[in-house]
């Protein structure tokens, strides 16, 4: 959900930042979408100042892009950009529990089922928590890794690739499967072998992110189709 004033934000730009990151990334504003100052403004009942600040963030997390003649845009979404987030994130996230997967004790390893559980029951109330759940899962191994360098680069990673997977959210599954995979997760990361972590978190993303890039490919496709139909008629 997202933040808003009184629920413990730092500033107001740390308001606006989660009310426009959750917006962009639920697809509330739409890829290609312009974001309008002034709404926002009025929305959050604020200066332009600490909205402004926010833009600039997530410009550099690439969710928003500056457009000739258009001003501020949601970043498009296609099959290319997804492959490249995948591709990226792949390496780093088994990167990070291949470091974690020795670091993790018998004390971490049962608060990491308590998210999993703590996921489900997100999942069976169905009242929009289940996504910040299942970051704050995963986040919460890489934790483990101990690296500062990780801990900048997987969140924006993380941000983009989580506007696909919430388009194909329909498609991964019943509650049951998705949380067996996260528990099946977590005991790769807390087994004490790096293979084994990493071996299983690439399993996981592949199952996530190998699907959303085929049905983003098919929509484009059918799409190109559709304008190659029109343009000939």
């Known amino acids: 959900m997202a933040l808003r004033p009184g629920d413990g934000a730092r500033t107001l730009a740390d308001v606006a930042l989660a009310e426009l990151r959750e917006a962009i990334v639920s697809g509330e504003i739409p890829p290609g979408s312009p974001i309008r100052l002034q709404e926002y403004v009025e929305r959050l009942s604020m200066s332009t100042v600490p909205i402004r600040e926010a833009l600039r963030f997530l410009e550099q997390k690439g969710l928003i892009e500056r457009r000739p003649h258009r001003g501020v845009v949601v970043s498009d979404m296609s099959a290319t950009d997804l492959e490249?987030?995948?591709?990226i994130r792949l390496d780093l996230e088994s990167m990070a529990v291949r470091k974690a997967a020795p670091r993790i004790?018998?004390?971490?390893?049962?608060?990491?089922?308590?998210?999993?559980?703590?996921?489900?029951?997100?999942?069976?109330?169905?009242?929009?928590?289940?996504?910040?759940?299942?970051?704050?899962?995963?986040?919460?191994?890489?934790?483990?890794?101990?690296?500062?360098?990780?801990?900048?680069?997987?969140?924006?990673?993380?941000?983009?690739?989580?506007?696909?997977?919430?388009?194909?959210?329909?498609?991964?599954?019943?509650?049951?499967?998705?949380?067996?995979?996260?528990?099946?997760?977590?005991?790769?990361?807390?087994?004490?072998?790096?293979?084994?972590?990493?071996?299983?978190?690439?399993?996981?993303?592949?199952?996530?992110?190998?699907?959303?890039?085929?049905?983003?490919?098919?929509?484009?496709?059918?799409?190109?189709?559709?304008?190659?139909?029109?343009?000939?008629?």
């Open 84 to 87: 490249d987030t995948y591709n």
């Open 105 to 233: 004790s018998p004390k971490d390893h049962q608060y990491l089922l308590g998210l999993v559980d703590e996921y489900e029951k997100a999942l069976r109330a169905d009242d929009g928590s289940a996504p910040d759940v299942h970051t704050k899962l995963h986040m919460s191994i890489y934790e483990f890794a101990d690296s500062r360098w990780l801990r900048l680069l997987l969140p924006t990673l993380w941000d983009n690739s989580e506007r696909y997977r919430r388009l194909q959210i329909p498609v991964r599954g019943t509650i049951e499967q998705r949380v067996e995979e996260h528990r099946t997760l977590v005991e790769a990361c807390c087994s004490g072998d790096p293979d084994v972590a990493a071996e299983e978190l690439q399993a996981h993303l592949s199952r996530t992110m190998v699907r959303a890039i085929a049905l983003l490919r098919a929509q484009e496709s059918d799409a190109a189709a559709a304008d190659s139909a029109v343009t000939a008629s």
